[in-house]
């Protein structure tokens, strides 16, 4: 069992330049989310999705776009890279159950913007 | 606005030598609370998940306790091998998502 995969987990890139972050779960998790982790900030929501379908900004969406076409997966784009978006990223899957349900995370992504 | 605030930043303790963490937190509808363990380069692992005043969860060495405002992480006897940040995590009655304290880097020398 996988669980949360993220890919890749290392990237550097240019200034203005787009890319996406891939996330997949095998759990039939109806919840996932993504963060990002900076030192002394801890980890920030930046966008979720409670369904196929279904998705909605977090703490700090600004740069960033999301969809969700399928229960596995969950990519996070970001359209015009900025030095401020160098970071950790990590997704998150989780049921989405009426009782505070733990989450289960990826191994993250580190990405490097210069 | 859901917080949470850990501490202390930073632990070095000598194997054997038991402590504490602390996370001291403000929800509105607590639904979890929740402790995690990260090592360096990885995501965060779950531990213990935490859901009224007076619960107590146990792993192994690890203890967490819950109250009204607080909860602990206890270390009873650490080894080297329970170095890591600790995470402790809330989620309030608006929805699923977490709010993350910055964490207790650990270390648990020889």
């Known amino acids: 069992n996988a669980g949360v995969t993220q890919t890749p987990k290392f990237q550097v890139l240019k200034t203005g330049q787009s890319m996406t972050l891939q996330c997949a779960q095998d759990?039939?998790?109806?919840?996932m989310s993504w963060y990002r982790q900076d030192p002394g900030m801890g980890l920030r929501l930046i966008h979720y999705s409670v369904g196929a379908g279904i998705t909605d900004q977090g703490e700090v969406p600004n740069g960033y776009n999301v969809s969700r076409s399928t229960t596995e997966d969950f990519p996070l784009r970001l359209l015009s890279a900025a030095p401020s978006q160098t970071s950790v990223y990590f997704c998150?899957?989780?049921?989405?159950?009426?009782?505070?349900?733990?989450?289960?995370f990826g191994q993250g992504t580190r990405l490097t913007v210069v | 606005e859901d917080q949470v605030t850990q501490s202390p930043e930073a632990l070095r303790l000598q194997e054997g030598e038991s402590s504490s963490l602390n996370c001291s937190y403000t929800v509105s509808g607590l639904r979890g609370l929740f402790w995690y363990r990260q090592d360096p380069g990885k995501g965060p692992e779950f531990l213990f998940t935490?859901?009224?005043a007076g619960e107590e969860k146990e792993k192994e060495r690890l203890k967490a306790t819950l109250t009204k405002k607080e909860s602990f992480l206890h270390i009873t006897a650490p080894k080297p091998e329970d170095s890591a940040t600790y995470l402790c995590?809330?989620?309030?009655?608006?929805?699923?998502?977490?709010?993350f304290g910055t964490g207790t880097r650990l270390l648990v020398s020889p």
């Open positions: 935490l859901y009224s």
């Open positions: 759990m039939n998790h109806e919840y």
């Open positions: 998150a899957s989780s049921t989405n159950s009426g009782k505070g349900t733990e989450a289960f």
């Open positions: 995590a809330v989620q309030g009655a608006g929805f699923q998502k977490l709010v």
